[in-house]
């Protein structure tokens, strides 16, 4: 019986078996693929290959094709291109010659051009695919559209395939884009919007080819197939710091239209080296084949992104950009460009895993060589007490410990993975990934490749071929989902702002560059190694430097003015807090410190958390002085915003911090609620005659400081320590100190800065104490000092 039993296992087995092999090999319908921009450049050199290669990985698997070549291109033209490319298309290696030729012939059989402009053209493609797939005898399983078009012809062919060319009940439909989607946040979420008009977003598939590259699309499978070696070293405890690197010889000529537009940020990090950054830091899911996983733990990392300030960043210009773009652009001699060819960024991710740890994205034109990796460095935590010369090589805790995700070029040559033999051997799938032999006399990273186990993949394959199978198969994981497109522009977005008018550093190009782009970091502050070149940068229109300039002092409404440079300014400032601070402790034990929100404050804030060590955080109590009525853990929160830039970088006792009780009881700034009164309570207990040490104030462009408003006289005078107002600017409820108790600190300091608070500056210098029409001008100290810093831009324009 048992052995009965066993053979009736095995019969149903073998059985089901079989079944599922006549299954796969059904058809399972007609796919139709419409390449939009055929003759194009990008189609030519990839997407055609791309094409061929899904044909012969599908061929005989059930599914049957056609591919559509469509242009603009009248349709003999578009023959002949596209012929000339059918011919060229390659086989794997392993393929034999006349193998091959059979097999560039079939699918030339299934490929034809035609001119796709008008919505008619849309409808006729539509009626010849159902004919042929009902003469055919077949179903149709669905559509994939490529759009190798320029963003801006998006929306004119997402209306014609959408009004004239969707596929039937049944079937589905798959729309691949092309970046750059947006030159900002605001472009970005109008092209989401206008496409979504007409798409759905698990229809659309927007490509990042980089996600395809074999070494890039490898990152997550190794870790999640090294799991048990990395799980207790990839976190802030045992990581140094990230690079993740993509530079290039060639320069821009013949791009600078688009590099005009985009630049490098735009070209490179915000994508290319962001979704790397991604694949990086997010956690990592338990099920790493589930896309909806994949994309949310991305989305997770989006959201723990420090946001970028202009310290964050260097940017540099080769010397021969701005001719290139005279030429191309036919702009005269005069012209100049701003567009930076080379960027260096440094990023910082506020979670548990790696707060602390510096993430360094980089990429250029015109460097010295050509190359992409990812390269985790981790902490050397070891001391080898024996002589260097005594270790036993590769395998000695004191030598560097790294893992590397080359991406491709370099050295090297070509893609692989690289981990110090000193750290741990990994695991990498053997059907598709071998070890690499060895190449005396190479070094990479400062080490002989014997250090590193080494794997570089058994078959190259390029990363569009890898990519349209993904489109095939569904796999959404490998493309850009609309949440995680914006999170990108609300993140880069301001940096790019704060960049518009900064003259980047000139440099000469390829090897000539020598150490002039060398960057170093500190803190939250990224700054070039070396002083420029003079020949570089002077000449009769050479932009200021900071260093020609002194600090300037002067008087501005009858008070103390501090005028420089903002770096220098800041600087000044948070001195000025830092001595302010140490002599009211040392006199009183405590330091009572009030400060504004908004996105002057945040270098200062920055400024403070790296480079003044001798601050007495332990005796200093921080209060706002004006909070927005959202919840403290919001974006838009003053809370947020000093929690993020300083409080999670010092040590201040967190009894000793004051946020204004804006949420309470479940609601935001209710008058019954009393939160008010219950700040101005809080100073009245532990702030002498409510008299704050130092309050730092802003000034708006309208003259409104705090949250206190022109035309409004809530705030101005009155025996009301806290009060409720109401901005002209979303979110409108605020709460702030009033001006009375801002009048008693012993000293008020006003930062004012950037080209948009010109105008405000020389208004409010002509006039008198009117704080019902300009706030600003209601601050006076009662016995205390009123000091006014303000950068070059705010005070001179």
């Known amino acids: 019986m048992k052995h009965a039993g066993a053979w009736n296992m095995l019969t149903a087995a073998v059985c089901m078996a079989l079944l599922g092999c006549l299954q796969a090999r059904e058809p399972q319908g007609h796919v139709s693929v419409i390449l939009l921009g055929a003759t194009g450049d990008l189609a030519r050199k990839y997407l055609w290959q791309g094409l061929f290669q899904l044909y012969l990985e599908e061929a005989g698997k059930g599914h049957s094709f056609r591919f559509h070549g469509t242009a603009l291109t009248s349709t003999e033209q578009g023959q002949e291109v596209i012929a000339k490319v059918l011919e060229s298309l390659s086989c794997p290696r392993d393929t034999a010659p006349g193998r091959c030729a059979e097999l560039r012939a079939q699918f030339r059989q299934l490929s034809e051009y035609r001119r796709l402009k008008t919505p008619e053209d849309y409808l006729a493609l539509s009626k010849d695919i159902e004919a042929r797939v009902q003469h055919e005898g077949l179903r149709e399983a669905g559509r994939i559209f490529y759009f190798s078009v320029p963003p801006f012809a998006y929306a004119e062919i997402a209306r014609s395939i959408n009004s004239s060319c969707r596929p039937g009940p049944g079937a589905w439909l798959r729309v691949v884009l092309e970046k750059p989607f947006g030159r900002d946040h605001r472009s970005a979420q109008q092209l989401a919007t206008e496409l979504g008009s007409f798409f759905q977003e698990e229809e659309m598939y927007r490509v990042d080819h980089y996600l395809g590259k074999q070494v890039v699309a490898q990152i997550l499978p190794f870790r999640d197939q090294n799991r048990k070696a990395l799980d207790g070293l990839w976190n802030r405890h045992h990581v140094e710091r990230v690079e993740i690197i993509m530079k290039e010889t060639v320069d821009a000529a013949g791009r600078t239209s688009f590099y005009e537009e985009y630049g490098v940020i735009g070209d490179v990090l915000q994508n290319h080296l962001t979704e790397i950054l991604m694949l990086v830091a997010m956690e990592l899911p338990l099920n790493l084949s589930s896309s909806e996983a994949v994309l949310g733990h991305k989305l997770q990392a989006f959201r723990a992104l420090r946001g970028l300030q202009r310290g964050s960043a260097v940017v540099g210009q080769?010397?021969?950009?701005?001719?290139?773009?005279?030429?191309?652009?036919?702009?005269?001699?005069?012209?100049?460009?701003?567009?930076?060819?080379?960027?260096?960024?440094?990023?910082?991710?506020?979670?548990?895993?790696?707060?602390?740890?510096?993430?360094?994205?980089?990429?250029?034109?015109?460097?010295?060589?050509?190359?992409?990796?990812?390269?985790?460095?981790?902490?050397?935590?070891?001391?080898?007490?024996?002589?260097?010369?005594?270790?036993?090589?590769?395998?000695?805790?004191?030598?560097?410990?790294?893992?590397?995700?080359?991406?491709?070029?370099?050295?090297?040559?070509?893609?692989?993975?690289?981990?110090?033999?000193?750290?741990?051997?990994?695991?990498?799938?053997?059907?598709?990934?071998?070890?690499?032999?060895?190449?005396?006399?190479?070094?990479?990273?400062?080490r002989p490749l014997s250090d590193y186990y080494a794997y570089s993949p058994v078959r190259e394959q390029d990363a569009y071929s890898i990519l349209i199978s993904r489109i095939f198969h569904r796999r959404k994981d490998s493309f850009i989902t609309m949440e995680n497109l914006l999170a990108s522009w609300v993140f880069w977005t301001p940096l790019l702002d704060s960049l518009a008018h900064e003259v980047p550093r000139l440099y000469p190009g390829g090897a000539e560059n020598g150490h002039l782009l060398d960057f170093e970091f500190s803190g939250s502050h990224l700054s070039f190694s070396q002083p420029p070149l003079e020949q570089l940068v002077l000449g009769p229109d050479s932009t200021p430097m900071p260093s020609d300039f002194q600090v300037l002092r002067a008087r501005y409404r009858d008070s103390p003015l501090i005028s420089a440079w903002p770096e220098e300014l800041i600087a000044r400032l948070a001195g000025d807090i830092e001595a302010a601070a140490v002599q009211a402790v040392r006199r009183f034990g405590k330091f009572h410190l009030a400060l504004s929100g908004g996105s002057s404050p945040v270098a200062l804030f920055q400024q403070l958390a790296t480079g003044h060590y001798g601050f007495p955080w332990a005796h200093t109590h921080l209060w706002l002085v004006d909070e927005r009525c959202v919840p403290l853990w919001?974006?838009?929160?003053?809370?947020?915003?000093?929690?993020?830039?300083?409080?999670?970088?010092?040590?201040?006792?967190?009894?000793?911090?004051?946020?204004?009780?804006?949420?309470?009881?479940?609601?935001?700034?209710?008058?019954?609620?009393?939160?008010?009164?219950?700040?101005?309570?809080?100073?009245?207990?532990?702030?002498?005659?409510?008299?704050?040490?130092?309050?730092?104030?802003?000034?708006?462009?309208?003259?409104?400081?705090?949250?206190?408003?022109?035309?409004?006289?809530?705030?101005?005078?009155?025996?009301?320590?806290?009060?409720?107002?109401?901005?002209?600017?979303?979110?409108?409820?605020?709460?702030?100190l009033s001006l009375p108790v801002i009048n008693r600190a012993h000293k008020v300091a006003v930062l004012v800065m950037g080209r948009m608070k010109r105008e405000i500056a020389m208004l409010v210098s002509r006039v008198g104490r009117e704080p019902r029409k300009w706030p600003i001008s209601g601050v006076l100290p009662d016995s205390g000092q009123l000091v006014w810093y303000m950068d070059y831009d705010a005070f001179l324009g």
């Open 318 to 446: 080769y010397q021969a950009y701005r001719g290139q773009v005279r030429r191309e652009r036919q702009k005269p001699d005069s012209f100049h460009s701003l567009t930076p060819t080379f960027a260096g960024v440094l990023v910082h991710i506020d979670n548990l895993r790696w707060e602390g740890v510096p993430f360094i994205l980089m990429s250029g034109k015109a460097l010295d060589e050509r190359v992409g990796y990812v390269r985790i460095l981790f902490k050397d935590q070891a001391y080898c007490a024996q002589s260097e010369k005594r270790w036993v090589p590769a395998q000695s805790h004191c030598l560097p410990q790294q893992i590397i995700f080359y991406i491709g070029h370099g050295e090297l040559g070509g893609p692989a993975v690289l981990v110090s033999r000193n750290l741990f051997r990994p695991s990498l799938p053997s059907a598709s990934w071998k070890e690499v032999e060895g190449q005396p006399g190479l070094r990479l990273f400062g």
């Open 634 to 736: 919001d974006p838009e929160s003053n809370f947020q915003g000093l929690q993020a830039h300083l409080l999670q970088h010092v040590r201040v006792p967190y009894y000793n911090v004051h946020p204004m009780p804006v949420h309470r009881r479940q609601r935001l700034c209710a008058e019954e609620d009393q939160g008010a009164q219950a700040y101005a309570e809080e100073i009245s207990t532990l702030v002498t005659n409510s008299s704050f040490d130092l309050v730092l104030l802003g000034m708006g462009t309208d003259g409104h400081t705090a949250s206190l408003f022109p035309q409004s006289p809530v705030g101005l005078d009155g025996k009301q320590l806290v009060v409720l107002t109401t901005s002209p600017s979303s979110p409108h409820r605020r709460m702030s």
